[in-house]
């Protein structure tokens, strides 16, 4: 596995298969059960990227890749043959000193990612933020969302440009380049939605254009340089107020999100529409008047839930839906990301607006309020800065995949929405996304991560030539926050399996990646889950079943002779805790949270799907280091600690023996060094794990037996209960379900792939 790490660290690439199938009839679903694609993250972050400031050279075949390290390059001639379409091209003259021992950086034979700073008539736009504030707020809840705007002000470049609105029973929309005195235009909550030519003629933005079309303009009131407005903004922060109307003790206070949403998106497009910019929508609870209405402001109508949902019972919920799709359909359209703080103890409407996010690759944050340290830090993270000072985050990028020709592209699943370019490469067969080799996603960070599915299309009888490999460009073009356009290109090459030798399809294994694989599954069974009338759980173990029957080892009805391949040894592990995780199981959770599960499974890369697949914990003790143990009941003891993380949170269990000489202040004696030392290791280690993450997980400290226990006890393997407690197990923790353990679970496996 560890040449399939150094490939991720250099390239941001993690294919299921690293040894291809030559045929259409070796690689088909009947077949190879597990699919091939590939996990790409386009602003990885590992080895170091070369940047370069001139143009790159494209291939003038049909295929339209760029200038790699596989090319074959005729020196004297200055000829490269591309490796997709085997097309002959003349080097550009600025290439004329080239040699074999003076060679580009791109054909460097370690160089297989590369960045181009693309400076032909492209004008340097810096990033616009666009606040969208909810003032129907406690009062503390409001001080605390003013302060962490403010403290985001000092985070943001004097030259980003910033906006403002906010929205209660009204919306309002400032104008910050006023500055004698705070001045906004008020839209009306309730209603139909406003179109964007009445915002648009209202707010008299944009530019004349061609045929009579409205331009985006820069320059306007609404949306100006934080350098310029710094102080205004900042004073109409220090002075925002709760939302004035009276609420009722048996109503909800009026809150128009859909009209606030709908607005932002509408002075987005025609000012810096094609631009990268954020869309921040800080909201505290459900739309309750206007379009995108959630549930009404009588609060003995309870929010929809997810037996609502089952029993087709949620009314506003199609509606809804609907009007949120359409804002995130506009908001791609213009490059434009929007990111939703959802912080209430009670539900917001995510499940609504999930696609707000998703189809603009826009960050979702889930918590109790904004005064939760969630929050304050998720929203701080995403201003983080690298070395040279700028953000960590590319806007408003464009993904094109280009295949060698036995390949085609089957689709993508993240977050991102579909840019509908038909080609050559797009492929007959469509997963998640497809009909298309281009996609938008208006945000990306380091961790961003999207889900590649290809079909192989070459013929049965027509063998590969020996030596040539498959081959996959990565083509992503995106806004850095200076405002320089970068192309981004990834090569990656694959050997073919000769299937038809004695191996067979065994061939494919000694390529298999089961962790890449395991996250690749959990977006498609999730993508299926939401969009077709699927068991989730019996899909997931009959691919489970059918994999292990074809690669698996064992004689006809006999499941004690079943061995599972070493390159799989750990998959079935994987799909047991998916299947009862909450990206599949809703059962406890609100809809909002399992679209806010599921948001975070398609936007992470292999390593973070895992951790929420197959949550990780480790054990403190006073006698040993830390060292990982089993996700199961038997790891929980009186004398140790505990660290889980579920991704979404980090838990510290304390043992009851470790909790009570705590409570006796033991850690605190000179002569209990040692103690005091075992107690901090694991908060230590855990602030580590929490500074890559964004949103930032729940963090909980707990004690054995105590309530909030509960969030240990639902992760792990059930192997101890109240009706099975081995006699191993005297001190480990009983776990009172009905739910089968991994032993039950590998046991009946074996018995259905054998049969």
Same mark, same amino acid.
């Given at each position: 596995? %560890?040449?399939?790490?150094?490939?991720?660290?250099?390239? *941001?690439?993690?294919?299921?298969?690293?040894?291809?199938?030559?045929?259409?009839?070796?690689? !088909?679903? !009947?077949?190879?059960?597990?699919?091939? *694609?590939?996990?790409?993250?386009?602003?990885?972050?590992?080895?170091?990227?070369?940047?370069?400031?001139?143009?790159?050279?494209?291939?003038?075949?049909?295929?339209?890749?760029?200038?790699?390290?596989?090319? $074959?390059?005729?020196?004297?001639?200055?000829?490269?043959?591309?490796?997709?379409?085997?097309?002959?091209?003349?080097?550009?003259?600025?290439?004329?000193?080239?040699?074999?021992?003076?060679?580009?950086?791109?054909?460097?034979?370690?160089?297989? /990612?590369?960045?181009?700073?693309?400076?032909?008539?492209?004008?340097?736009?810096?990033?616009?933020?666009?606040?969208?504030?909810?003032?129907? =707020?406690?009062?503390?809840?409001?001080? $605390?969302?003013?302060?962490?705007?403010?403290?985001?002000?000092? @985070?943001?470049?004097?030259?980003?440009?910033?906006?403002?609105?906010?929205?209660?029973?009204?919306?309002?929309?400032?104008?910050?380049?006023?500055?004698?005195?705070?001045?906004?235009?008020?839209?009306? #909550? !309730?209603?139909?939605?406003?179109?964007?030519? %009445?915002?648009?003629?209202?707010?008299?933005?944009?530019?004349?254009?061609?045929?009579?079309?409205?331009?985006?303009?820069?320059?306007?009131?609404?949306?100006?340089?934080?350098?310029?407005?710094?102080?205004?903004?900042?004073?109409?922060?220090?002075?925002?107020?709760?939302?004035?109307?009276?609420?009722?003790? %048996?109503?909800?206070?009026?809150?128009?999100?859909?009209?606030?949403?709908?607005?932002?998106?509408?002075?987005?497009?025609?000012?810096?529409?094609?631009?990268? *910019?954020?869309?921040?929508?800080?909201? #505290?609870?459900?739309?309750?008047?206007?379009?995108?209405?959630?549930?009404?402001?009588?609060?003995?109508?309870?929010?929809?839930?997810?037996?609502?949902?089952?029993?087709?019972?949620?009314?506003?919920?199609?509606?809804?839906?609907?009007?949120?799709?359409?804002?995130?359909?506009?908001?791609?359209?213009?490059?434009?990301?929007?990111?939703?703080?959802?912080?209430?103890?009670?539900?917001?409407?995510?499940?609504?607006?999930?696609? +707000?996010?998703?189809?603009?690759?826009?960050?979702?944050? @889930?918590?109790?309020?904004?005064?939760?340290?969630?929050?304050?830090?998720?929203?701080?993270?995403?201003?983080?800065?690298?070395?040279? #000072?700028?953000?960590?985050?590319?806007?408003?990028?464009?993904?094109?995949v280009i295949p060698s020709r036995e390949l085609r592209i089957a689709g993508a699943i993240g977050n991102m929405t579909s840019l509908n370019v038909k080609n050559q490469h797009v492929g007959e067969t469509e997963i998640g996304l497809g009909g298309t080799a281009a996609w938008r996603a208006c945000a990306l960070d380091y961790n961003s991560s999207f889900g590649f599915y290809f079909e192989v299309v070459n013929a049965h009888g027509n063998p590969i030539p020996k030596g040539q490999n498959g081959m996959v460009q990565f083509l992503t073009t995106y806004q850095h926050p200076m405002g320089q356009k970068i192309l981004r290109v990834t090569t990656v090459a694959h050997t073919w399996a000769d299937t038809g030798s004695g191996a067979g399809l065994r061939a494919l294994l000694p390529g298999f990646d089961q962790e890449a694989t395991a996250a690749l599954m959990a977006r498609l069974v999730v993508w299926k889950q939401e969009r077709e009338d699927i068991n989730p759980i019996r899909w997931l173990d009959r691919h489970l079943i059918q994999l292990m029957h074809r690669f698996g080892d064992f004689r006809k009805n006999d499941p004690m002779s079943f061995q599972t391949p070493a390159e799989m040894n750990v998959y079935p592990q994987f799909m047991f805790y998916l299947r009862r995780g909450p990206l599949i199981q809703v059962f406890n959770n609100t809809p909002d949270e399992t679209v806010f599960?599921?948001?975070?499974?398609?936007?992470? /890369?292999?390593?973070?799907?895992?951790?929420?697949?197959?949550?990780? =914990?480790?054990?403190?003790? @006073?006698?040993?280091?830390?060292?990982?143990?089993?996700?199961?009941?038997?790891?929980?003891?009186?004398?140790?600690?505990?660290?889980?993380?579920?991704?979404?949170?980090?838990?510290?269990?304390? #043992?009851?023996?470790?909790?009570?000489?705590?409570?006796?202040?033991?850690? /605190?004696?000179?002569?209990?060094?040692?103690?005091?030392?075992?107690?901090?290791?694991?908060?230590?280690?855990?602030?580590?794990?929490?500074?890559?993450?964004?949103? +930032?997980?729940?963090?909980?400290?707990?004690?054995?037996?105590?309530?909030?226990?509960?969030? @240990?006890?639902?992760?792990?393997?059930?192997?101890?209960?109240?009706?099975?407690?081995?006699?191993?197990?005297?001190?480990?923790?009983?776990?009172?379900?009905?739910?089968?353990?991994?032993?039950?679970?590998?046991?009946?496996?074996?018995?259905?792939?054998?049969?």
């Open positions: 596995m %560890d040449y399939l790490y150094q490939i991720e660290d250099r390239d *941001g690439v993690r294919f299921s298969w690293n040894v291809w199938p030559s045929s259409r009839i070796d690689a !088909s679903v !009947s077949r190879m059960v597990a699919p091939l *694609g590939a996990m790409y993250t386009p602003l990885k972050r590992g080895s170091n990227v070369p940047m370069v400031f001139y143009e790159p050279v494209q291939c003038k075949g049909s295929c339209k890749t760029y200038l790699n390290p596989y090319c $074959a390059v005729d020196f004297n001639a200055k000829i490269w043959i591309c490796p997709f379409c085997f097309q002959r091209n003349q080097f550009p003259p600025h290439y004329a000193g080239m040699s074999q021992t003076n060679l580009p950086a791109e054909l460097l034979p370690t160089v297989t /990612t590369i960045e181009y700073v693309v400076t032909r008539n492209q004008p340097l736009l810096p990033p616009a933020f666009l606040f969208v504030v909810d003032t129907c =707020l406690r009062q503390e809840e409001m001080k $605390a969302v003013k302060d962490s705007l403010l403290q985001a002000l000092e @985070l943001i470049p004097p030259t980003a440009c910033v906006g403002l609105i906010t929205f209660g029973t009204t919306v309002n929309v400032y104008e910050l380049a006023f500055s004698h005195y705070t001045k906004s235009y008020v839209f009306k #909550g !309730s209603g139909n939605d406003v179109p964007a030519e %009445d915002v648009q003629r209202l707010l008299n933005l944009g530019q004349p254009g061609p045929a009579g079309k409205v331009q985006p303009n820069p320059n306007n009131s609404f949306i100006v340089p934080l350098q310029v407005a710094e102080m205004n903004i900042q004073t109409i922060f220090e002075e925002l107020q709760r939302d004035p109307r009276p609420v009722q003790n %048996d109503k909800r206070p009026l809150r128009s999100t859909g009209i606030a949403v709908s607005v932002a998106i509408s002075l987005m497009q025609f000012t810096f529409g094609g631009s990268g *910019g954020r869309i921040m929508v800080f909201t #505290g609870g459900p739309p309750t008047q206007g379009p995108g209405l959630v549930v009404s402001e009588e609060l003995k109508e309870a929010i929809r839930s997810h037996h609502d949902l089952n029993k087709e019972q949620a009314k506003h919920v199609n509606k809804a839906t609907k009007f949120y799709d359409e804002c995130a359909i506009r908001a791609a359209r213009n490059g434009h990301a929007v990111d939703v703080f959802s912080c209430a103890l009670d539900q917001t409407g995510l499940m609504e607006m999930r696609r +707000l996010c998703r189809e603009t690759g826009g960050l979702m944050v @889930l918590c109790e309020g904004f005064e939760h340290e969630v929050f304050q830090k998720s929203l701080v993270k995403l201003f983080d800065k690298d070395e040279q #000072g700028h953000l960590q985050m590319g806007l408003n990028a464009t993904l094109e599960f599921r948001h975070c499974l398609l936007k992470e /890369t292999v390593s973070n799907a895992l951790v929420m697949i197959q949550p990780t =914990l480790d054990s403190y003790t @006073l006698d040993n280091d830390p060292v990982p143990v089993l996700l199961s009941a038997t790891s929980v003891n009186a004398k140790n600690i505990l660290m889980l993380d579920t991704f979404f949170h980090i838990i510290i269990h304390y #043992g009851s023996a470790i909790a009570e000489w705590r409570r006796a202040g033991y850690h /605190t004696q000179p002569e209990y060094e040692n103690l005091r030392e075992l107690l901090e290791m694991p908060v230590g280690d855990a602030e580590e794990l929490m500074k890559d993450r964004n949103p +930032l997980p729940m963090y909980v400290e707990c004690d054995q037996n105590t309530s909030q226990a509960r969030f @240990l006890i639902a992760s792990l393997d059930p192997d101890v209960t109240h009706k099975a407690q081995p006699a191993t197990t005297a001190d480990a923790q009983t776990v009172f379900t009905e739910d089968v353990n991994l032993q039950v679970f590998i046991d009946f496996l074996k018995k259905r792939v054998v049969e």
